[in-house]
């Protein structure tokens, strides 16, 4: 099955900068890519998703890229703000008719250091 | 903006017995999935559920899990004989139509057994 690799676990970043959490996955049939934020006890929040058709994704200050060769797909956010603390989840699915299921990642939990 | 939503948040409940969970997908929405995330790790697909039917689950979905859709609305996890060891955030996510289909997720249920 599939198996989502993510790094780094934790990562501190000075208010402003950017922040990348990179993905590897294992099974090359994949072609879902989503990101998901889970900020302390609250559920999982979609914030960008790719598909294998396209390499690279924007959505104003985060951006998702994908490599289908190298089979890894990496987070980045910009001008980072206290706000975008939270732990973040990458994950893959692989898309049969009638189920998607989603393999998590481990999680990164970011800070966001004012 | 529709959500998903669960009952109950939290519930408490003593090894050996039974639980439901209860899930309100989002209406239009056709897949339905639920995942369960123990306390500091990430989350883990149990199984997926279209056209009344399970269409896939995993290793931890075991004989004593089932899952139904009484209504039209209403999505439910049934732990028959609970566990130490089931202890967790049960997450409920649905999706609409093609895949690959964005999930989204409800609010959890914690679920702490005795």
């Known amino acids: 099955g599939e198996n989502v690799e993510q790094h780094p676990s934790t990562l501190s970043v000075q208010e402003g900068d950017s922040a990348v959490i990179k993905c590897t996955y294992s099974?090359?049939?994949?072609?879902?890519f989503p990101w998901y934020k889970q900020e302390l006890g609250k559920r999982p929040q979609l914030i960008i998703d790719i598909r294998s058709n396209v390499g690279e994704k924007k959505d104003q200050r985060i951006a998702v890229t994908l490599n289908k060769t190298a089979k890894h797909f990496s987070l980045h956010i910009t001008e980072t703000q206290p706000e975008d603390s939270a732990v973040y989840f990458c994950a893959a699915s692989t898309s049969n008719f009638g189920n998607e299921k989603l393999t998590f990642g481990t999680g990164t939990r970011l800070t966001i250091i004012p | 903006e529709p959500e998903v939503t669960q009952t109950p948040s939290h519930q408490v409940t003593q090894m050996g017995q039974e639980v439901i969970l209860r899930c309100v997908p989002i209406s239009n929405h056709l897949y339905f999935y639920w995942y369960r995330q123990i306390l500091g790790q990430k989350v883990e697909f149990l199984v997926s559920f279209y056209n009344n039917e399970i269409s896939e689950k995993s290793e931890i979905f075991d004989d004593q899990f089932s899952v139904e859709r009484p209504d039209g609305s209403n999505f439910t996890l049934k732990i028959r004989s609970t566990k130490l060891e089931d202890s967790a955030m049960y997450f409920c996510?649905?999706?609409?139509?093609?895949?690959?289909?964005?999930?989204?997720f409800g609010p959890g249920t914690r679920l702490l057994v005795l």
């Open positions: 099974d090359s049939a994949s072609n879902y």
């Open positions: 996510a649905s999706s609409v139509t093609s895949p690959p289909g964005t999930q989204y």
